[in-house]
């Protein structure tokens, strides 16, 4: 079956950085486009980046853009999120999930948390 | 502020119906048919229980349906049962390979 294993979640202080894995099994990883998403505690979801299939194509929330990075290893089935110059908004649970174009996502992982703060 | 509006909080009985509504503008929800909405329980991952405004994927009850009228989305629950009571999120494709969410809507069955 399908399934989305993120890790690389913890604690930092302002301006350090963290990077995110997600691991995924049981589907052809390099068909599909993947996407991760922020969620701060007691809040509501928040979209993060987005790659393509191939890795192409990479794009990001206007509130990361110059400071995170997704990638992925298709020969891994592996996606990444490098999170340079963190601040303490970004602290939340970080799902990875995967695409079903037009921009939305079927299946999610269950998330690794990210606590930013001094 | 989120980009999508939906209402904080929403409340049935057993058995009744009860909408949802996501509005947004022209640049996106008005835009596209790229509307999705997601059941959050607590603790756990978002589901995706609708898409295209309003396909619903394999295994989703045909309870839960969609809709779009102009810049405005809504997720219909009919037969309002306990394990409906969760957090729901709508999602629409915001243009300039942007996506957007709702701030979600608990959902409180009587």
């Known amino acids: 079956q399908v399934q989305l294993v993120e890790s690389g979640g913890g604690g930092v202080q302002p301006g350090g950085s963290l990077r995110l894995s997600c691991a995924v099994s049981?589907?052809?990883?390099?068909?599909?486009?993947m996407h991760w998403v922020r969620q701060a505690p007691g809040k509501g979801l928040d979209w993060v980046a987005y790659i393509e299939r191939d890795g192409s194509n990479k794009y990001y929330a206007d509130s990361v853009k110059g400071r995170f990075i997704v990638s992925r290893d298709n020969s891994q089935n592996m996606m990444f999120l490098q999170m340079n110059s963190l601040r303490v908004e970004d602290t939340g649970v970080f799902y990875c999930?995967?695409?079903?174009?037009?921009?939305?996502?079927?299946?999610w992982g269950q998330g690794t948390l990210v606590a930013v703060s001094s | 502020q989120s980009a999508l509006t939906q209402p904080p909080s929403a409340s049935g009985s057993p058995g009744q119906s009860i909408a949802i509504s996501c509005t947004g503008t022209s640049s996106d929800i008005g835009g596209y048919n790229y509307v999705s909405w997601y059941q959050q329980h607590p603790g756990k991952a978002p589901k995706l229980i609708i898409s295209e405004v309003s396909k619903r994927p394999s295994g989703v009850p045909d309870r839960f349906s969609g809709s779009k009228s102009g810049n405005t989305a809504s997720l219909t629950v009919s037969g309002l049962q306990a394990e409906d009571e969760a957090d729901y999120y709508c999602?629409?494709?915001?243009?300039?390979?942007?996506?957007?969410f709702g701030g979600g809507t608990k959902l409180t069955v009587l």
């Open positions: 049981g589907f052809t990883f390099r068909r599909y486009g």
């Open positions: 999930a995967r695409d079903l174009h037009p921009w939305y996502m079927d299946f």
């Open positions: 999602s629409s494709y915001g243009g300039s390979n942007n996506l957007l």
